[in-house]
């Protein structure tokens, strides 16, 4: 099994032009860029924007370059997530849109890792942050939008008595009103059912009564399957009778089932709660290397990134900052077996005079990336690979 993470300390605008050069790919890029707050950012290159740029413009010239090498660095199959807060969130993502293209936008999420809101300043206490995920090739894309996390065993309340089999019911019946005679006709048509015994079949049985699709209100409405997938999955459909706004009616319910590795769509708004919140960030990396890092990000958000592709992905973070991302990757990996790798990349940027950092004898950002992914080594495995130049791929 090769080596989990790997450590570059350089420019990562000098990292990604080699990397790009030696035709090396990845499958998921994550990266967490200044927020351009209004303090300096430490990416001053020669194409920040010129002379008279403002303080936006000149962000969206430090980013332009190094999310164009990040676009020729990525396989087929790889998707993009960036975070990023109010004070950039427009412009990148125009920037994005003109870098990947606007078809291949995906989601922007709405990341609560501030639960309390920050109170200091004017105007409302800022809760959250945002994701803006991209895919290089939304035809060929890896990732999938669910999660096993947030799969509720509590949803699945009924049980399958012959089986002991846990399972929901979802009407077979089509709800959205978009989808109707009209607009679907193959998907009307009648079934039969034993609201006694459960049974459903497509062909009149004895003890059957003819059921057709219809609305809460009475108007027609269609299956959400075709007359030969209920043939098929006939085991899976139950007929009962349901009292509706016109009185009782027979109707036909699709048996959902609850089974291991089940997966549920993830929503667009994730909650501290489900992965984690900067204070439990500081939390992970102090008691990793200590209280060295202001704004780390958790590793249970970077775990649900990881979740929504395979197991087996090289990973890119080209703004490492406290090393997170390499964190989640060998906490995924010992966890479930996977094969992902990491690489991360982060410059010599001094940490403060004074702080947390600096006296624990922390003189770079990198330094404290290498400090937490040697911790995380040492404590999961998969070793770590440090390098002071672009790395050289396997042949």
């Not at 009782?248 to 667009?268: A, C, I, M, N, S």
Request: glycine share 8%; hydrophobic share 40%; net charge negative.
């Amino acid at each position: 099994m090769g080596t989990w993470n790997t450590l570059v300390e350089g420019d990562n605008l000098d990292v990604l032009t080699d990397l790009a050069a030696r035709e090396q790919v990845f499958d998921l890029v994550y990266i967490d860029p200044p927020y351009n707050t209004g303090n300096d950012f430490a990416y001053s290159d020669d194409i920040r924007g010129g002379a008279g740029a403002s303080r936006h413009q000149a962000w969206v010239a430090m980013m332009r370059p190094r999310l164009e090498l990040a676009r020729s660095v990525m396989s087929p199959r790889a998707a993009l997530f960036v975070s990023i807060d109010d004070h950039e969130a427009a412009h990148l993502r125009l920037l994005l849109d003109d870098v990947f293209g606007e078809t291949s936008f995906v989601a922007q999420v709405v990341v609560n890792l501030n639960p309390k809101g920050r109170q200091l300043g004017r105007g409302f206490a800022t809760s959250h942050e945002y994701l803006l995920v991209y895919a290089l090739d939304p035809a060929s894309c890896a990732l999938s939008a669910t999660s096993a996390e947030t799969v509720d065993e509590r949803d699945f309340a009924l049980l399958h008595e012959e089986s002991g089999r846990r399972y929901r019911e979802l009407p077979l019946r089509n709800t959205n009103k978009k989808f109707n005679p009209v607009t679907a006709r193959t998907l009307h048509f009648s079934v039969w059912g034993d609201p006694g015994t459960g049974r459903v079949s497509t062909l009149p049985f004895d003890g059957g009564v003819e059921v057709t699709p219809v609305f809460g209100d009475g108007r027609p409405a269609v299956w959400r399957w075709s007359r030969p997938l209920i043939e098929q999955r006939a085991d899976d459909l139950v007929c009962r009778v349901v009292r509706g706004r016109t009185g009782e009616r027979v109707d036909v319910f699709q048996r959902d089932w609850l089974h291991p590795g089940r997966r549920k769509k993830l929503t667009t708004i994730w909650l501290a709660e489900e992965v984690g919140s900067t204070d439990t960030a500081v939390a992970e990396l102090k008691e990793l290397v200590g209280h060295v890092f202001e704004s780390p990000k958790p590793t249970g958000l970077l775990r649900r990134i990881l979740h929504t592709m395979p197991d087996d992905v090289a990973v890119l973070d080209f703004f490492a900052g406290s090393g997170t991302t390499g964190h989640a990757v060998a906490l995924l990996n010992e966890e479930d077996g996977g094969t992902r790798t990491c690489l991360s990349v982060n410059r010599a940027e001094p940490t403060r005079p004074g702080s947390n950092a600096a006296q624990a004898g922390l003189a770079t950002v990198a330094d404290i990336t290498r400090a937490r992914l040697r911790a995380v080594a040492e404590r999961h495995g998969g070793g770590l690979v440090e390098l002071a130049q672009p790395p050289v791929p396997p042949a």
